[in-house]
């Protein structure tokens, strides 16, 4: 099945900005056909879900970054994308892609880490 490697992870002041991306291996048609999302795990917190994103680009955004953050998804390039703006230290986190299909696979997953 799909295969997924997050990057674009980084240290950020408060207030700026980053974008995250995602590449997916293996079936284009398995990728443009599933939901995907965001996740992310605080330190010492458990991980939880930031935003998911249907097969058409229905979005649907925690309230702790809506309005700040913005997932996307181009099928024709395997990409899934996290624009975050507005960073808060709150925001630190290791940032993981997901296909829910895969409900047992995680990949390493990329680090956020915004200074105050």
């Known amino acids: 099945q799909v295969q997924l490697v997050e990057f674009g992870g980084g240290l950020v002041q408060a207030g700026g900005s980053l974008r995250l991306s995602c590449t997916a291996s293996g079936s284009r048609i398995l990728f443009a056909m599933s939901a995907m999302a965001w996740y992310r795990q605080p330190p010492g917190k458990r991980r939880e879900l930031v935003a998911d994103i249907t097969s058409d680009g229905t979005t649907n955004y925690a309230d702790s970054v809506k309005d700040r953050f913005t997932i996307s998804r181009d099928n024709a390039k395997n990409m899934m994308y996290l624009q975050m703006n507005s960073l808060k230290p709150e925001d630190t986190a290791v940032y993981y892609c997901?296909?829910?299909?895969?409900?047992?696979?995680w990949g390493r997953g990329t680090q956020v880490t915004v200074s105050s």
């Open positions: 997901k296909i829910p299909i895969r409900s047992d696979y």
